[in-house]
């Protein structure tokens, strides 16, 4: 061999040996010594504000080389319009929206398929199909959050009311509260998607339960809002709970407010979900409080139960490794996990994780599970999209409430008939 080609057999032996494998698929994203930034777009509940710093915290001394970078938007407002935006400009890493989410954009082909990850196996199975879309796994739900009406138990108890199963025990348990110069109901109209959330419920147990398929029947029109008497008793629930709610500031008092009113002995009743727990519990961490579901026009009304915080991922990402890593921290951490819980005050979609703060609504909510009478509030979101279709729906609920006159019941039904286009999930 002559001179020159030994020194080139040398160069090559060098580069090899820094270089690492270049001829067996190269290095791993998670190889490097370099840090890798991860883009996660959180779109939080009012129960989820702070989770992402336990997450770091926790990600920091297990995997110093992995950072998060999180833009952080209110799930109702700001989750889709910026799902919209990263469309165009490329997703982030990690999404975190609530299982609803999946079949909106699992069906655009722009998420990954985690169907074969070892992780999927710390989630209870009803969490898997809530995560699923067309027989793969695109989300990973976390928690869960139950949605009824939550109740003062000793305010029942003083004034002899029992809990409600149809709607004339329900408007008999208005009555005796009215006479005792009690609010029924606590409610805060000043949030749109509170009152989105509370027309959901309704249409779940009035609607859905019995007709799943009504979303794909209204696009197809079929069907619509202005000649369903359906939509119209649905409507009309809304209305009897603002005919029974605060007098003076019914569009004003914010939901902190409004569930110390509850806390407080100013009303009974309030048609809410777990991300109220929060607020009870730090007024009062005694409060005792239960959950039974809004009772439908068929007496068999079921208590809801909302797949929330889930986990998904870009099918593009760069760094597939380091976000399988990332998950199967958050998943598999049961301390970490079981941290959040207490925090967010949720139920857990993972196994065998039992949250440790007070829940006085547990009872209750281990009624309902142990014979069957729960319901996934997927039947309707997965049917009629939030963004666009349910809070701007909300938003005529509200003129037709504070403005008879000028907008009328029929009105606010037309102008969901309006944006069939906007419908689908």
């Known amino acids: 061999m002559c001179k020159k080609g030994f020194l080139s057999v040398m160069v090559l032996l060098v ?94 082909n722009v998420l990954a398929d985690l169907s074969s990850k070892s992780y999927v196996d710390y989630i209870v199975p009803a969490a898997v199909d809530s995560g699923s879309y067309d027989g793969k796994v695109y989300g990973l739900v976390f928690n869960a959050l139950y949605q009824g009406v939550y109740y003062n138990k000793d ?17 008999e348990a ?29 249409a ?47 569009l004003s008092v914010q939901q902190n ?24 519990l730090d007024v009062d961490p005694d409060f005792n409080f239960g959950i039974f579901p809004f009772p439908n026009q068929s007496g068999d009304a079921k208590l809801i139960y909302e797949p929330n915080i889930t986990f998904m991922v870009s099918g ?26 207490n925090q967010t005050k949720t139920a857990p979609m993972l196994k065998g994780i039992t949250p440790s703060f007070t829940n006085p609504s547990q009872e209750d909510i281990d ?10 509030a997927g039947i309707g979101n997965n049917q009629l999209v939030w963004g666009g279709f349910q809070d701007e729906n909300a938003l005529d609920i509200v003129e037709w409430l504070t403005n008879p006159g000028k907008t009328s019941l029929e009105d606010a039904l037309s102008a969901a008939d309006s944006r069939r286009a906007n419908s689908r999930p």
Do not use: C
């Open 15 to 108: 580069l090899l040996l820094v270089q690492g494998p270049l001829f067996a698929g190269g290095q791993s994203d998670t190889d490097s010594s370099e840090q890798i930034t991860l883009r996660v777009l959180a779109g939080q509940s009012t129960t989820d504000a702070g989770m992402e710093k336990l997450i770091d915290d926790v990600l920091a001394e297990t995997y110093p080389d992995i950072k998060l970078e999180w833009d952080i938007v209110d799930w109702g407002k700001g989750f889709q319009p910026k799902m919209q935006v990263y469309m165009t400009s490329g997703l982030p890493d990690i999404m975190i929206g609530k299982a609803q989410d999946v079949a909106t954009w699992g069906s655009q």
């Open 204 to 250: 779940i147990n009035d609607l859905f339960k019995t007709t799943p398929d009504w979303g794909d029947q209204f696009r197809a029109s079929k069907v619509n809002y202005k000649d369903s008497p359906v939509w119209k008793t649905i409507y009309n629930y809304n209305k009897m709970l603002y005919e029974n709610t605060w007098t003076d500031e019914t």
């Open 155 to 171: 305010m029942f108890r003083e004034y002899g009311v029992k809990v409600p199963s149809n709607q004339k025990e329900l408007m």
């Open 367 to 376: 009624k309902y599970v142990a014979s069957g009478d729960i319901i996934d």
């Open 257 to 280: 407010l409004a569930d110390a009113r509850l806390v407080q002995g100013e009303a009974a009743m309030k048609v809410s979900g777990s991300w109220s727990i929060q607020n009870f």
């Open 174 to 202: 208005v009555e005796i509260f009215k006479s005792h110069g009690v609010i029924p109901f606590e409610t805060h109209f000043a949030d749109t998607w509170s009152i989105g959330n509370m027309t959901m419920q309704f």
């Open 316 to 341: 593009e990402t760069e760094y597939p490794e380091a976000v399988d890593k990332v998950l199967e921290l958050i998943l598999g951490n049961k301390e970490l996990a079981l941290t959040i819980y």
